[in-house]
């Protein structure tokens, strides 16, 4: 005993047996006096702070808030992994749209035509990284050391608070019995490893936004500081939480690699959704499309109804008609009739009805949804989603065809100005996706503002898939579709062609009040579109009528 009480605290040799379940408490003492400190440190840590690329700066550095945050991180992941094309063949085929933003390049042109197509050039991000790589800036190849810190430090802190401190410094390696101990970091590092050290003494942190808590969690995921990495929880938990938030922090556990520390954050985000999100009878439930709320609905029931019996029931006497079969997709629909969560009468009975729906006239559905109102059964009543439903009509013989009617309202194409896009839901051509995008944008000698429309392929390999294509739109007085501009063109994933003014006029002229482009149908202003894509050969003839 004597022996052990006379030991040297700061022996580099003194076996230490750290508890490091527990978190952060007002028990653990507060040892910040000793940080930085020759009188109370046994080793001296020399930071070698690394430079790297522009991007290498701290997640939280000039984010002023959680959606900022999580940009920043996710482009310079893609940035270090140098993933920017995606294999959408690993990927769920009606979620392919999620990602994509299209960015236009000035590129191929046809002759003899008054606009010229614009080729846009996707970079198509999965938004699904291996999060447990660690692939943020923490392993980053940096080789210029920009400077050097040293800071007086103590291995019994340091090592009761962290496994890789621990390790460090009674791994019996050199390192082990060495004063000096250095660490490598990137520059983007530094101010969240000094926030973590200074944490490791003090039990507290001074930095209080959420990018700059979420840089500190990071930092602690990595050098394996349970205890701050839940301080920082708790910290985020009090602070307002928003849908953007939320969805970040369900997203921790995957991208730590101490998922655990951070469960009670998750578990709020949870809750915070489920509360806000209760009702899926809202017609303002942001969704990307209403085969996201069949996709969610059907794994909610094999999660709580692991038998098919009671699965069916439920599905078809109580949760089918939370869901808006008509505004599903007509592949998500064929899924439906094959699905064996429901019965097989119920299924083809939405499906049916579905179809019915999608056939109809465009006043005869606004009838329907009119009627359908004021009622609990709201199926023909459209949400606010992200993606802008498509009526399309396909065909195979001769050869495979298709029309695809993108209807837009007037309010919708007026909040796309100045810079705005708005996307369409996914529709195929001979097994390829395909999407519509329309944009506000500057015409080609950027002087005024114009409304464009653009045909984009979704990535799938290195696959090369050509096409005829036809922009037309429906115009007064006639109201009937006038075809604007037509051509050829071989797509491989992730490009788009289009044209950047479709109708050769201003933006204000597109808008005015006597625009030919937008049908006052019943009470809506809607501006209908068609476009006509063929895989590989041109087929001669006009559009067909509705």
Not at 219 to 240: G, Q, T, W
Not at 282 to 304: C, P, T
Not at 494 to 517: E, H
């Amino acid at each position: 005993m004597r022996d052990q009480l006379n030991s040297d605290l700061f022996d580099p040799r003194t076996e230490m047996v750290p508890d490091f379940s527990r978190g952060a408490s007002s028990s653990d003492g507060d040892f910040g006096f000793a940080f930085n400190d020759s009188n109370f440190s046994d080793r001296l840590l020399r930071i070698e702070i690394m430079g790297g690329p522009p991007q290498c700066r701290p997640d939280g550095e000039g984010c002023t808030s959680i959606a900022d945050w999580a940009r920043h991180r996710k482009r310079r992941r893609e940035d270090i992994k140098k993933e920017t094309v995606l294999d959408l063949s690993l990927c769920p085929e009606e979620q392919m749209l999620n990602d994509i933003q299209p960015d236009m390049d000035d590129g191929v042109g046809f002759e003899n035509q008054v606009e010229e197509p614009v080729a846009m050039v996707e970079e198509i991000q999965s938004g699904d990284e291996d999060a447990n790589s660690n692939e943020s800036s923490w392993s980053m190849d940096c080789s210029t050391v920009l400077r050097v810190k040293t800071l007086h430090i103590s291995s019994p802190i340091l090592a009761a608070k962290s496994p890789f401190f621990y390790k460090l410094f009674s791994n019996g390696m050199r390192e082990s019995e060495q004063r000096h101990v250095t660490l490598r970091i990137n520059a983007s590092e530094e101010a969240a490893l000094m926030e973590l050290l200074n944490f490791m003494y003090s039990n507290n942190l001074s930095v209080t936004t959420a990018p700059e808590l979420l840089d500190v969690l990071m930092a602690a995921d990595k050098f394996e500081v349970a205890s701050c990495m839940r301080y920082c929880s708790r910290l985020l938990r009090n602070l307002p939480m928003t849908p953007e938030s939320a969805l970040l922090y369900l997203d921790l556990p995957s991208s730590v690699l101490m998922a655990e520390a951070v469960q009670p954050l998750t578990d709020a985000a949870k809750q915070y959704l489920a509360a806000r999100y209760k009702d899926i009878t809202n017609d303002d439930l942001q969704i990307a499309s209403e085969d996201a709320v069949y996709d969610f609905v059907l794994k909610w029931a094999r999660a709580q109804y692991p038998k098919l019996e009671e699965r069916r029931e439920v599905l078809g006497s109580r949760l089918a008609r939370f869901i808006r079969f008509p505004y599903m997709t007509c592949r998500k629909l064929k899924k439906v009739l094959t699905s064996n969560d429901f019965d097989h009468e119920v299924s083809s009975k939405l499906v049916l009805e579905a179809l019915f729906f999608k056939a109809e006239a465009p006043h005869r559905q606004r009838s329907l949804a009119a009627e359908e109102s004021a009622s609990l059964n709201r199926r023909f009543i459209e949400r606010a989603y992200k993606y802008r439903p498509v009526k399309v009509v396909e065909f195979e013989l001769p050869r495979q065809q298709c029309v695809v009617y993108l209807d837009l309202k007037r309010e919708e194409c007026e909040n796309l100005f100045p810079s705005g896009r708005v996307y369409s839901q996914a529709f195929h051509l001979g097994g390829q996706g395909f999407f519509l995008s329309a944009h506000c944008n500057m015409d080609q000698q950027s002087s005024f503002h114009c409304f464009g429309l653009f045909l984009g392929m979704q990535e799938k390999g290195s696959v090369s898939f050509a096409v005829d294509y036809e922009f037309a739109a429906r115009s007064k007085p006639t109201e009937e579709f006038v075809s604007k501009y037509k051509g050829n063109y071989t797509f491989t994933g992730g490009k788009a062609v289009g044209y950047r003014n479709l109708f050769a006029i201003p933006w204000t002229s597109f808008m005015a009040d006597d625009s030919l482009y937008f049908i006052n149908e019943a009470a809506t202003s809607v501006l209908r579109w068609s476009l006509l894509s063929k895989g590989f050969v041109r087929w001669p003839g006009s559009l067909p009528a509705m």
